[in-house]
């Protein structure tokens, strides 16, 4: 069973900066995909960005230039650094890991329990 604990939310204003981490535990397999996906009141739950093992990343067209993942293969954490967020980034945004090469919602394996992001006009 792999655990995924995200910290780094919380409340900032428009044109502001947060870095989220996930930390992974609890697994002897590889985990191949790590990304962040968010999820608006009414929304469904939406890609962030991906990352891969081999440091692949795929980013939505919404974060290109904004938002940046990095992984630290070693101790399992991805991160994103938000930059320039605006009010319609307010979500909770969910760590996700998978074991193949996909960054679809339905092809992680595993959840976090999500943290909150609120930014304010």
């Known amino acids: 069973q792999v655990q995924l604990v995200e910290s780094g939310g919380g409340l900032v204003q428009a044109g502001g900066t947060l870095r989220l981490s996930c930390a992974a535990s609890?697994?002897?397999?590889?985990?191949?995909?790590m990304g962040w996906y968010r999820q608006a009141p009414g929304k469904q739950r939406e890609l962030v960005a991906s990352i891969t093992s081999d440091s692949s990343t795929n980013y939505a067209d919404f974060v290109k230039g904004r938002f940046t993942i990095s992984r630290d293969g070693a101790k399992n954490t991805v991160y994103l650094q938000m930059n320039s967020l605006k009010p319609e980034d307010t979500a909770v945004y969910y760590c996700?890991?998978?074991?193949?090469?996909?960054?679809?919602?339905?092809?992680?394996?595993?959840w976090g329990k999500g943290t909150l992001v609120t930014v304010s006009s």
């Open positions: 609890g697994t002897n397999f590889r985990i191949y995909t």
């Open positions: 996700g890991a998978g074991f193949v090469n996909s960054w679809l919602p339905d092809r992680m394996d595993y």
